[in-house]
C-alpha cells in the first residue's frame, strides 16, 4: 500500500508564498512523474505542474513563472514553492505520483491540502 502524504496549505493574502510538500511512502519500487493538480469551486481538476525522476518539468500556463516544482528521490517528496499567489489560486491541491508498487503499477493521489488566497 502506498501512501501520498501533502502538507503545506494555508490562508495566505494575494501577492504572498505558501510551499506544499508531499511524501510518498509504502511498498514502492520507483516513482517515474509526481505532480501537484488543483480543484476550485465548481471546476475540473487541472495540473499545476510535474516532475519527472529526471528533473524534467511541466508547468500550466497560469503558474508558469510564479510557481516552482521540485522533489528529492531519495525522499520519495515533491514540493511546490508558491510565490506572487492571486486568489484564483485558491484550490484543492492534490499531489500524484506515477510509478512502480509491489502490487503493480502506481498511481497514488493524496488526500489534498487546502490553499486559499484572499484578496
Known amino acids: 500500500q502506498v501512501q501520498l502524504v501533502e502538507s503545506g496549505g494555508g490562508l495566505v493574502q494575494a501577492g504572498g508564498s505558501l510551499r506544499l510538500s508531499c511524501a510518498a511512502s509504502g511498498s514502492i519500487f520507483s516513482i517515474n512523474a509526481m505532480g501537484w493538480y488543483r480543484q476550485a469551486p465548481g471546476k475540473q481538476r487541472e495540473l499545476v505542474a510535474a516532475i519527472t525522476s529526471g528533473g524534467s518539468t511541466n508547468y500550466a500556463a497560469s503558474v508558469k513563472g510564479r510557481f516552482t516544482i521540485s522533489r528529492d528521490n531519495a525522499k520519495n517528496t515533491v514540493y511546490l514553492q508558491m510565490n506572487s499567489l492571486k486568489p484564483e489560486d485558491t484550490a484543492v491541491y492534490y499531489c500524484?505520483?506515477?510509478?512502480?508498487?509491489?502490487?503493480?503499477?502506481?498511481?497514488?493521489w493524496g488526500q489534498g491540502t487546502l490553499v486559499t488566497v484572499s484578496s
Open positions: 500524484n505520483a506515477d510509478g512502480v508498487a509491489v502490487g503493480g503499477a502506481l498511481d497514488a
